[in-house]
């Protein structure tokens, strides 16, 4: 089934609008979301299942008095199903209490512009090219080491679109796409088992290695074999990109959204203007970045992404805003409210959150480093105190480095801290920036973690 | 409806070749409140119908997942499957096989006291908004707390080649709160969750003020609380923190398809992985348990699964394909978020059974060690090692339990922390979760309070 055209589903979308103001709504906003994706997987060293997903659907706001009320549907085909939607949303209105705060959904401002965000090959591909990407992936691990076995993994193509209109005049279609493999690998040998790797490439345009992605997550999983016990102490530590998103996601990138800093929960409430990180950590959001997986023309309410520096050379500049917690400040939105497709009200979430890239390479931040260790993975970030930042989580994918070599794998270590005073404690920062998710990071050097061996 | 998804499957059968098919029709519906300190967000409801097809051919799979309930779009989508699984098969290596069931033909309705959907949203609003109010009302050191609520009601229809024809009805009541609390530099946070099968009564047990004060008590009784010394102590592990813990540490690695990627169960089958006091089942049984269901999607009938027993790993948790590959008889834990997604390998009500010691005799010989009573996420490798993070823990001191402590977690491998358990309790508690693999299920895990000889305790800063 083919994708719907950009007028048949910013039509639906202003029926609901207009369907609801009739019905007596104040205002109305409707975001109609499309996926389409086409996959093959990997599931224990062979390509064994390939699936076409295809999801539509609408949600829409509806403001009566200062409440609101939400409704979604997947069945949007004719207007009756839409009509349906339109009067659950305004019975979840009336059903809701007024919030004081509420002052109207955004008005219209210029898209923005963004880059290398569509590649109409991407759409083009069929299961039998994706199995042959698979199939490289699959060869290049096999080539890599024989102690290693691919556990899944899977090559994914996907044509995503988001349509907005709200009472307010906001009316914009984008459509976009990504391409996706990974794999997930561990090594065997003599009865010890390795945690299990994992590399991939995600990108909007048809640019993925998936060689590369093969030999990689080979790799690490060679190499993570014969792991030995650490002692306890302190060194110094290389995070690498999974091992930052996992430490950030739950504490950092939470900790700058402006209702956790408007509802007391975030340790850097009160803090803009005062140095929260070392001196050579700056971060942008950056909604725009040139090819980055979250890059769109305007958010989940229509507001045009933007660049909003975050940390500036340690120092807090900003919060993330929808339009929401802005308005409550006399601010304006950053064009952060992000929705998950058409099931949920917007949130505020991170774009391309961009910890930018220093100049050494990663090879010679390990060749500084006398006694420390360099962690691809850890586990238990989730588990993590969200509004202090302080983590106790142990390194599964990690390796011990001795002046300045990388000597053996590491087991078992946990390691503590607080995300906040970790920040302080970034030393360097390599030039290997790349996206993970909603983060482009490079690898990062801490000087002081607690590390909990034996 | 069934006629029409029994049309499909002839179809995949007849005109593509398909060894096996399966159709999955869903209509859904659901409520979602989010309660922030005394604000209501946005009251939510929504409809997801759609149908799922999975397909077998030529030894490999094909799935297809769509919106609609129309003919024509469903013939599409399964000459789409079964296209899908024929390029997926250029491939292959092994060829799938498939361990057959019997045909079952049923129609399973709930039974609910007070069903969901006939609760009005008002009153949903009212319950949540008097949970945050407790939460809030408990101490003025209460900063914030965030009440999410999900009810989900529908009918799910199974056919597959096999001629099982299966229509289940679903009924699910969810709520999560979180709390944080503030003193000075200190910020402590704290989280339960509510979950049932049963309906919309689960909220006369747990009520507002019940689930209120748990959560706040304990969100205010951590600022007081130390960080824990960092290394390896003699541990009480409470029913919740025992549950994470078969359920994160052991139970991923006896889901069949998890074993076969290279798990430490892999070589284990029939051999002793844990000390004798030590019975492990993951159970679809349980009446009105978060985890529970009568059929899974693959049309199997769940079943109370025995997974260790006196310490000798004795099953898996099979689905179709991997009980072919392990010559056995699957055990009804495959299970689909939704129509978008295909059944994987999920537990359901995982637990330890109790034994026969009381609270007092497990602490009692313990000079100094910890009392790690509620969990705060955990998560395990295929390797083995495990990692809880406790959301409320206390010092055990010379057989007393002491301070409370904070932001405690606790690792090890698996196995050898498995053969450490030394005694195991005589009561017993079973806590609503949700488990992420990819897609979310609704589960349970606990068990009786235990003790472990050591344990590798990550301290704070």
């Known amino acids: 089934m083919a994708a719907l055209k950009e007028e048949e589903i910013v039509s639906l979308a202003e029926f609901a609008v207009q369907y609801a103001l009739k019905k007596g709504a104040n205002e109305a906003e409707a975001f109609a979301y499309e996926g389409l994706t086409t996959t093959v997987t990997i599931e224990r060293g062979q390509i064994a299942k390939s699936s076409r997903i295809i999801d539509r659907g609408l949600g829409l706001r509806t403001v009566v008095g200062k409440a609101i009320g939400f409704s979604y549907t997947n069945i949007i085909k004719d207007k009756a199903a839409i009509e349906e939607t339109v009067s659950k949303a305004l019975k979840s209105a009336k059903a809701s209490k007024p919030d004081k705060d509420w002052q109207g959904f955004p008005s219209k401002k210029p898209f923005a512009k963004t880059k290398n965000t569509f590649d109409e090959t991407i759409c083009g591909l069929s299961p039998e090219d994706l199995v042959k990407t698979a199939s490289i992936m699959l060869e290049a691990s096999e080539k890599t080491d024989r102690r290693v076995f691919p556990v899944e993994g899977g090559v994914g193509a996907s044509y995503l679109s988001r349509s907005i209109v709200n009472s307010n005049g906001i009316n914009g279609f984008d459509g976009g796409t990504v391409v996706e493999c990974s794999l997930a690998t561990v090594a065997q040998e003599s009865g010890e088992v390795t945690p299990v790797c994992f590399e991939f490439e995600a990108e909007r345009l048809y640019k993925i290695d998936p060689e590369w992605v093969g030999a990689e997550a080979a790799r690490q999983a060679a190499s993570a074999l014969k792991a030995k016990r650490v002692e306890t102490k302190s060194m110094q530590v290389i995070f690498a990109h999974f091992a930052i998103q996992q430490l950030l996601y739950y504490t950092l990138m939470d900790a700058v959204k402006a209702d956790y800093v408007q509802r007391g929960r975030s340790a850097l409430q009160g803090k803009v203007g005062e140095k929260v990180a070392s001196e050579i950590v700056t971060i942008h959001d950056d909604g725009l970045l040139d090819g980055g997986l979250r890059t769109w023309k305007f958010d989940g309410e229509g507001i045009p992404q933007q660049k909003t520096t975050i940390i500036e050379n340690g120092v807090l500049r900003s919060y993330l805003y929808d339009n929401y917690t802005a308005r409550k400040e006399d601010m304006e939105s950053t064009g952060n409210a992000f929705r998950a497709g058409y099931l949920s009200t917007p949130h505020i979430e991170a774009t391309n959150f961009h910890i930018i890239g220093g100049k050494k390479s990663p090879e010679e931040l390990i060749s500084e480093i006398k006694e420390g260790l360099l962690v691809y993975s850890v586990q238990g970030a989730h588990s993590s105190n969200p509004a202090s930042g302080e983590f106790s989580v142990v390194a599964t994918l990690a390796w011990k480095i001795e002046k300045g070599k990388i000597a053996h794998a590491v087991k078992g270590a946990m390691l503590a801290g607080n995300i906040f005073a970790t920040l302080k404690n970034i030393s360097a920062l390599a030039n290997n920036e790349r996206k993970i998710g909603p983060l482009v990071t490079p690898w990062v050097l801490v000087e002081k973690i607690k590390v909990v061996g034996k | 409806m069934k006629d029409l998804l029994i049309k499909i499957i002839e179809v995949a059968i007849q005109r593509f070749g398909a060894e096996y098919a399966e159709a999955r029709a869903q209509r859904l519906f659901k409520t979602m409140l989010t309660v922030k300190e005394e604000k209501v967000e946005a009251a939510k409801e929504g409809i997801e119908n759609g149908v799922a097809l999975r397909v077998l051919v030529n030894g490999a799979w094909g799935f297809a997942s769509v919106g609609f309930f129309d003919a024509d779009i469903l013939m599409d989508a399964v000459s789409h499957a079964c296209k899908m699984a024929k390029a997926a098969s250029l491939k292959l290596k092994n060829p799938i096989k498939l361990a057959g069931s019997k045909a079952i033909e049923d129609h399973v309705p709930v039974k609910p006291k ?30 914030s707390c965030t009440v999410d609520y999900l009810d989900l009601v529908g009918t799910n229809f199974f056919i597959n080649s096999e001629g099982t024809r299966i229509e289940q009805d679903k009924l699910y009541v969810w709520l999560r709160v979180l709390a944080t609390a503030k003193e000075k530099d200190i910020f402590t946070f704290s989280r339960e969750e509510v979950g049932s099968t049963a309906g919309y009564e689960v909220f006369d047990v747990e009520t507002p003020e019940v689930v209120g004060e748990r959560v706040a008590k304990r969100a205010v009784n951590q600022l007081r609380a130390k960080t824990p010394k960092g290394g390896t102590f003699p541990a009480i592990l409470g029913p919740n923190v025992v549950g994470v813990f078969v359920h994160e540490a052991f139970g991923h690695l006896a889901e069949a398809d998890l074993t076969l990627s290279g798990s430490v169960l892999m070589d284990k089958l029939g051999k002793k992985v844990a000390s004798e006091s030590v019975t492990i089942y993951d159970d679809g049984t349980v009446e009105g348990a978060f985890g529970s269901f009568k059929y899974d999607d693959e049309g199997v009938p769940t079943q109370k699964t025995l997974l260790v027993k006196d310490g000798f790993v004795v099953g898996l948790m099979h689905n179709k394909e991997t009980a072919k590959k392990f010559n056995t008889q699957p055990t009804g834990n495959a299970r689909a978020e939704d129509f978008r997604v295909e ?119």
């Open chain 2, 114 to 143: 007070r069903n969901p959907s006939e609760v009005p949203v008002e009153t949903k609003i009212k319950t949540t908004l008097s949970i945050a109010e407790n939460v809030l009302g408990y101490d003025n050191r209460v900063r």
């Open chain 2, 343 to 461: 059944p994987i390998i999920r537990m359901r009500n995982t637990f330890m059974a109790p034994r026969d010691y009381s609270f007092e005799e497990l602490v009692e010989d313990i000079k100094f060690g910890y009392y790690f009573k509620s969990f705060r996420g955990g998560q395990a490798n295929l390797d083995g090692t495990f990692q809880v993070g406790i959301q409320e823990g206390y010092e055990i001191v010379k057989g007393d339990i002491g301070e409370p402590i904070r932001n405690a977690s606790i690792s090890g491998n698996t196995l050898e922390t498995l053969h450490k358990v030394d005694a195991v309790g005589k009561d017993f508690e079973l806590w609503p979760g949700r488990c992420g693999k990819g897609q979310t299920a609704f589960v349970c895990d606990g068990g009786p309070h235990i003790r472990v000889l050591e344990v590798l305790v990550g301290g704070g800063a």
